[in-house]
């Protein structure tokens, strides 16, 4: 008997992400994540009227945010 296994197509990680999606990301509120962006500690990408922010300045920005 053989069996055969659908595999399912990974999906992309995304390179950019919304600002809820940042915020829950990094386990803030919306309104922080716009106050460390206001401040100019996490950049972003302005898409049109639309703020997006890269992943990896989320990785970054954390590693960085973290304490020893």
């Known amino acids: 008997m053989s ?3 659908t595999q399912t197509p ?5 390179i950019l ?3 809820r999606e940042a915020a829950r990301m990094l386990g803030i509120s919306e ?7 206001t401040s100019g500690e996490i950049p972003c990408v ?3 009227r639309s703020v997006r922010f ?7 920005w954390a590693e960085r945010a973290e304490t020893t």
């Open 54 to 60: 890269r992943l990896t300045t989320l990785e970054e």
């Open 17 to 19: 992400v919304n600002s």
């Open 46 to 48: 302005q898409v049109g």
């Open 31 to 37: 309104r922080k994540l716009f106050s460390l962006k």
């Open 3 to 5: 069996t055969t296994t």
């Open 10 to 14: 990974e999906i992309p990680r995304p």
